[in-house]
């Protein structure tokens, strides 16, 4: 087979041919004579097939050239056995290294320590407080304690932050705020409005209305023994009557109770007070309790009788969601200005209202002007708001006028100092 070379048991293959050759001619370079035999093998080698083919048999095997020259097995090298250590005892003397006598080395027992003790809970705490104690020390001792310094950027960054978290908490607290107002000013209106509309069974049973007079006694005038005036014209209706009825319970909530405002084609419809510090009811609900939205209230420069005042001046806030005072940028169209009516219900009678004049202004304008020095000024005043009106109307001035003056804000443009005004003039007193 491929590959077997063992000593004196060559096969006849080509293989062992090959190492032949490559054997002899080692050999003719050593002696000299190349072509000894390479030519009667070849020849051998080349007749191998057909002697094969005719005899059946491979031809005798041709003997070693030269046997000994085969390579031979490399005998196996003996590993050094490893020496013991000679210890000090049976260690040999040698002389001339040593001028004494090494002495035998003895073996040290170790000794056998026993296992600590385990800690009790307050020695690990003092031990603990031990090791930390110096560190402690030193951030106590500011001399000891290391300097700490924060790079320009890392003081940036923390301002940076801090503004965001405010403003973030700002933002919130605004939004909460604006909320809750629209809320309380939904419920507070929602309520009183519901007030008003109930009737008691008190006043359905003791009301009594005299088509000849102008005057319905409440049940506070009956109590008191009060008459009624029959001095003839238009008397309330029952609705009418009643809200006129209503504002004594008013009364009773809140002492600045002035009267009750309503508009026809606005959601206007709301108590009015009036109170003698400036702009109180600016910030305040109709409980007097701190409210963004307000109240609806008359200047505090007017009386809260209504028959008192030349020209009646009432504020309200324009609010975003369409309630108070914010109806009276709808008078911008001419249907609403020239339709409505504006009535004020008091404990003297209903003041009933037709617009005349609405219009933009500036909240340094006199607009709202509440006294006049003489007839010809106050006629002027009358006939300035007519002309700034963004429509015009047939309604004539004269000495004996009674003005009502409505103020909002205009929140447009950013501006906190615009306001939007109507100006009406009073048509007829109902009582």
Same mark, same amino acid.
Not at 23 to 42: A, F, N, P, R
Not at 210 to 225: E, M, V
Not at 297 to 314: F, G, L, Q
């Given at each position: 087979?491929? @590959?077997?070379?063992?000593? @004196?048991?060559?096969?006849?293959?080509?293989?062992?041919?090959?190492?032949?050759?490559e054997?002899?001619?080692?050999?003719? $370079?050593?002696?000299?004579?190349?072509?000894?035999?390479?030519?009667?093998?070849?020849?051998?080698?080349?007749?191998?097939?057909?002697?094969?083919?005719?005899?059946?048999?491979?031809?005798?095997?041709?003997?070693?050239?030269?046997?000994?020259?085969?390579?031979?097995?490399?005998?196996?090298? $003996?590993?050094?056995?490893?020496?013991?250590? =000679? %210890? #000090?005892?049976?260690?040999?003397?040698?002389?001339?290294?040593?001028?004494?006598?090494?002495?035998?080395?003895?073996k040290?027992?170790?000794?056998?320590?026993?296992?600590?003790?385990?800690?009790?809970?307050?020695?690990?705490?003092?031990?603990?407080? &031990?090791?930390?104690?110096?560190?402690?020390? !030193?951030?106590?001792?500011? &001399?000891?304690?290391?300097?700490?310094? =924060?790079?320009?950027?890392?003081?940036?960054?923390?301002?940076?932050?801090?503004?965001?978290?405010? @403003?973030?908490?700002?933002?919130?607290?605004?939004?909460?705020?604006?909320?809750?107002?629209?809320?309380?000013?939904?419920?507070?209106?929602?309520?009183?409005?519901?007030?008003? $509309?109930?009737?008691?069974?008190?006043?359905?049973?003791?009301?009594?209305? #005299?088509?000849?007079?102008? #005057?319905?006694?409440?049940?506070q005038?009956?109590? #008191?023994?009060?008459?009624?005036?029959?001095?003839? @014209?238009?008397?309330?209706?029952?609705?009418?009557?009643?809200?006129?009825?209503?504002?004594?319970?008013?009364?009773?909530?809140?002492?600045?109770?002035?009267g009750? +405002?309503? +508009?026809?084609?606005?959601? !206007?419809?709301?108590? !009015?007070?009036?109170?003698?510090?400036?702009?109180y009811?600016? $910030?305040?609900?109709?409980?007097?309790?701190?409210?963004?939205?307000?109240?609806?209230? +008359?200047?505090?420069?007017?009386?809260?009788?209504?028959?008192?005042?030349?020209?009646?001046?009432?504020?309200?806030?324009?609010?975003?969601?369409?309630?108070?005072?914010?109806?009276?940028?709808?008078? %911008?169209?001419?249907?609403?200005?020239?339709?409505?009516?504006?009535?004020?219900?008091?404990? &003297?009678?209903?003041?009933?209202?037709k617009?005349? %004049?609405?219009?933009?202004?500036?909240a340094?304008?006199?607009?709202?002007?509440?006294?006049f020095?003489?007839?010809?000024?106050?006629?002027?005043?009358?006939?300035?708001?007519?002309?700034?009106?963004?429509?015009? %109307?047939?309604?004539?001035?004269?000495?004996?006028?009674?003005?009502?003056?409505?103020?909002?804000?205009?929140?447009?443009?950013?501006?906190? &100092?615009?306001?939007?005004? !109507?100006?009406?003039?009073?048509?007829?007193?109902?009582?």
């Amino acid at each position: 087979m491929f @590959g077997r070379k063992k000593f @004196g048991d060559f096969y006849d293959d080509d293989l062992f041919l090959g190492h032949l050759q490559e054997q002899q001619k080692k050999e003719d $370079k050593v002696t000299g004579d190349e072509d000894s035999d390479s030519e009667e093998i070849k020849m051998e080698h080349a007749d191998r097939p057909r002697l094969i083919k005719e005899a059946g048999a491979a031809p005798a095997r041709r003997p070693l050239a030269n046997p000994e020259s085969m390579p031979k097995k490399r005998p196996k090298k $003996k590993t050094a056995e490893k020496k013991k250590p =000679v %210890s #000090n005892e049976n260690r040999p003397e040698k002389k001339g290294i040593f001028p004494f006598n090494v002495l035998p080395v003895k073996k040290v027992e170790e000794e056998k320590k026993a296992p600590p003790k385990p800690l009790t809970k307050e020695e690990k705490e003092k031990q603990i407080r &031990d090791s930390l104690d110096g560190m402690y020390g !030193v951030y106590r001792d500011p &001399d000891l304690a290391p300097e700490k310094r =924060v790079a320009p950027t890392e003081l940036l960054r923390y301002a940076v932050l801090f503004l965001c978290i405010f @403003g973030f908490f700002a933002a919130g607290i605004f939004v909460f705020g604006k909320i809750y107002s629209y809320h309380r000013t939904y419920v507070i209106n929602t309520r009183l409005q519901e007030l008003i $509309k109930s009737v008691d069974r008190f006043q359905g049973e003791y009301l009594k209305k #005299n088509t000849a007079c102008i #005057n319905s006694l409440t049940p506070q005038d009956i109590l #008191n023994g009060k008459k009624e005036e029959t001095t003839g @014209g238009e008397t309330y209706t029952e609705e009418q009557q009643n809200l006129v009825n209503k504002l004594h319970q008013l009364k009773q909530i809140n002492q600045d109770t002035a009267g009750w +405002i309503t +508009i026809d084609g606005t959601v !206007v419809n709301y108590p !009015v007070v009036w109170s003698e510090i400036k702009n109180y009811y600016l $910030k305040h609900d109709f409980y007097g309790k701190t409210l963004a939205s307000g109240t609806i209230y +008359i200047d505090e420069r007017n009386s809260p009788r209504i028959a008192e005042n030349r020209n009646t001046v009432i504020y309200g806030h324009n609010m975003s969601d369409g309630s108070m005072f914010a109806s009276l940028h709808d008078f %911008s169209s001419a249907t609403l200005f020239h339709g409505a009516t504006i009535e004020i219900a008091t404990e &003297d009678g209903i003041y009933v209202y037709k617009p005349f %004049s609405a219009h933009e202004s500036d909240a340094y304008d006199n607009y709202f002007e509440t006294d006049f020095a003489n007839d010809e000024e106050f006629l002027t005043f009358c006939e300035q708001m007519a002309f700034l009106s963004l429509y015009q %109307s047939d309604v004539t001035f004269d000495k004996d006028t009674r003005l009502l003056t409505l103020s909002t804000c205009k929140n447009e443009g950013g501006s906190r &100092d615009r306001r939007f005004a !109507v100006h009406a003039v009073l048509v007829k007193v109902i009582r």
